[in-house]
């Protein structure tokens, strides 16, 4: 683990496991979340990304059996009472989330909704929380954001009913956003749009980002540092210049051989053979192994541990330095 | 140059649609004036944002949907009427992959049945199956699996075997790759151009991923509003778009590296049933000028490189008195 220089971390998570009904869905996962980073969580469908946010919220299903420690500026959330959660969840912690329009209800304005969460977080009410409430759309860059105040979601489209969800989720002026997919079911030149109001609004507020995407590219321009998940586990944390110029996992390797390029000689894409183990089907040792093209018969017998690269880059790989220092591809 | 193998014409779809209980109805051009030709052993990718027709433009070119004008031709005949003997017999030789393979597969049926229906109703030897699934990277014995039981790369892999049982012509992909992981995705853009080349496909694919369309296609178009609003060789395209919305979208791509100068359209897409007078793009356009309010530009080649392009800017003819070119 690399603790962020200075002041201790907004959110400190260690050993999170996670598991439905006896099936793991987290393994294991340990991370910082330092004041004002933006922190990419990139993994494909089912390795995690989202479920430890929803845990580390309280938001999972009473039966789900969750361990480890969820700190937020030093106060345990894992098991906190329901009143500490209320307070914490769109206050200090804001969630958004892929689909903007099921996230609102659709038969209120947006401009109650605001209000809502005004008078939950700030104790806003009446003209107050109506005036609080434009001012965020604006902030979020909704035109004409007093009128629109008493429009309904299906009045708005895709892209501005995020834009909504945004405000509703600064209404708290949380230390964390934490975006769970947010550009995923948007058009492309609306993404664009999305992204550069979450690089301004964190700029702005000093509030910390969490980028939950399956998008390398998103990643690499929205973030400062990036967690490679797989199967229920961290695999490789790095800056993400690093992460890009010398990925260590031979997964973020072969995730990254998989995107295609927008210039230069067109070539095959390194695709990762199979798919991701069923959790009810787990290897042995290294969740990946089975696909890996630089398994060794040690990868079988237990987890790999984490094996510290360089500042702030580590990767659960037993054949990590190897692969940061070789520069051609992994082959996969 | 050999003849296309598919060529759309000038084909146009509109749909109408009632704005509110009494609301009286509007039209909704869907695809609008859209030419393209495809040879054997070409890809043209499609891309644009959602709404703007590539869908029902894939849809029109296999027949699925008539066009309300327009023709299309296939190895130099014209479409006959959908429905018809000799529409269903053609349409063996065009096929379509979609989005999404659980809602294109029967979630009752073991995979091997249902790419031997094709089989069947083609009458052709149902004992290529195993063949089939050998051509897209599946085990013979995953042909009694059901759907659920296969991962979603497989599933699409399954729909592709199916699409090439009839050995099809032509193969239009809808979005094939975009419900798929990134590791997946790289799997089923690697199949698509291998079988593309073994096979001289003419494949249509569509996509709003301006990566993978630049990793498959020949060619690529762009649209907006249903109309191609740009097309050519995709790493021109790419490296210097010449339409405002072709720019807006490459640099909307996200990469590495702070965006800089990046183009940031204003506002959201326009609503097909509202579309703007003269180029459909003018309100988010930075570089409209009077004459792209009025006159609506045609897809013409651009002096010097022959880029097909429109818009009265990149023609240099935004100044020019309105003349309405031939489209």
């Given amino acids: ?332 | 140059m050999t003849a296309p193998l598919l060529a759309a014409e000038h084909l146009t779809r509109r749909y109408t649609l009632r704005r509110g209980v009494f609301g009286g109805a509007a039209e909704v051009r869907a695809v609008d004036g859209v030419s393209l030709a495809i040879r054997r052993g070409e890809t043209l990718g499609l891309v644009g944002e959602s709404g703007c027709g590539k869908s029902t433009t894939g849809r029109l070119v296999l027949g699925l949907e008539r066009p309300d004008a327009g023709a299309v031709r296939f190895d130099g005949a014209p479409m006959p009427a959908p429905g018809t003997p000799a529409w269903r017999k053609l349409r063996a030789r065009m096929q379509m992959v979609f989005q999404d393979p659980l809602g294109a597969l029967d979630r009752r049926l073991a995979i091997g049945a249902q790419i031997r229906e094709p089989l069947e109703i083609h009458q052709i030897d149902t004992a290529r199956v195993p063949e089939l699934l050998a051509a897209v990277g599946l085990r013979a014995d995953q042909a009694a699996r059901y759907p659920h039981e296969l991962s979603g790369g497989q599933r699409q892999r399954a729909v592709i075997a199916r699409a090439l049982a009839t050995e099809p012509d032509l193969l239009v992909c809808d979005e094939p790759i975009s419900a798929l992981d990134v590791s997946i995705q790289a799997q089923v853009m690697n199949l698509l151009a291998e079988l593309q080349e073994q096979r001289r496909l003419a494949m249509l694919f569509i996509s709003h991923d301006l990566r993978a369309v630049r990793q498959l296609s020949h060619r690529v178009a762009v649209m907006y509003l249903g109309r191609i609003v740009e097309e050519g060789d995709p790493d021109e395209v790419l490296s210097g778009p010449a339409h405002p919305y072709s720019r807006a979208l490459v640099s909307a791509i996200p990469r590495r590296g702070k965006p800089g100068g990046r183009i940031v359209l204003e506002g959201d897409p326009p609503n097909p049933a509202d579309r703007p007078p003269g180029c459909a793009f003018h309100p988010r356009c930075a570089q409209a000028v009077a004459r792209c309010r009025a006159d609506e530009p045609a897809l013409l080649p651009r002096r010097g490189d022959g880029r097909l392009v429109a818009c009265h800017v990149a023609h240099g003819e935004a100044e020019k008195p309105s003349v309405r070119a031939a489209a």
Wanted: with cysteine; proline share 8%; charged share 20%.
């Fill in chain 1, 1 to 332: 683990m690399n603790p962020p220089r200075g002041d201790s971390p907004l959110v400190a998570i260690r050993d999170l496991a996670v598991s439905f009904d006896g099936q793991a869905a987290l393994r294991g996962v340990s991370f910082d979340v330092a004041r004002g980073e933006a922190l990419g969580l990139v993994g494909e469908s089912g390795c995690g990304k989202s479920v430890t946010w929803l845990a580390a919220l309280g938001l999972l299903p009473a039966k789900t059996q969750i361990a480890g420690s969820v700190r937020l500026a030093g106060e345990e959330m894992l098991g906190a009472p329901p009143a500490t959660l209320d307070r914490v969840r769109g206050g200090r912690v804001a969630m958004i989330f892929q689909d903007p329009a099921s996230s609102l209800n659709p038969v209120h304005r947006v401009g109650r909704q605001i209000a809502e969460a005004l008078a939950l977080h700030r104790g806003l009410s009446g003209a107050a929380a109506r005036a609080e409430a434009k001012r965020l759309l604006d902030t979020v860059g909704i035109p004409d954001a007093a009128r629109r105040l008493d429009a309904y979601p299906h009045e708005f489209s895709g892209g501005q009913n995020q834009r909504v969800m945004i405000a509703m989720a600064l209404a708290g002026q949380p230390d964390l956003l934490v975006a769970d997919e947010p550009t995923t079911a948007l058009d492309v030149t609306i993404q664009a749009q999305i992204l550069e109001l979450l690089q301004g609004l964190r700029r702005e507020m000093g509030m910390a980002l969490v980028l939950i995407s399956h998008d390398l590219g998103v990643v690499a321009e929205t973030c400062d540092r990036v967690a490679v998940m797989y199967a229920g586990r961290i695999v490789e944390e790095a800056p993400v210049e690093r992460l890009f110029d010398a990925p260590a996992h031979p997964y973020t390797r072969g995730l990254l051989g998989a995107l295609p390029e927008i210039d230069g000689p067109r070539r095959r894409l390194s695709a990762i053979l199979g798919g991701v183990p069923e959790p009810w089907a787990m290897p042995p040792g290294c969740a990946f192994a089975p696909r890996c093209g630089w398994r060794i018969a040690p990868c079988d017998d237990g987890t790999p541990p984490d094996l510290a690269l360089a500042s702030g880059h580590r990767a659960a790989c037993l054949r990590a330095r190897e692969a940061a220092m070789s520069p051609e591809a992994v082959p996969a």
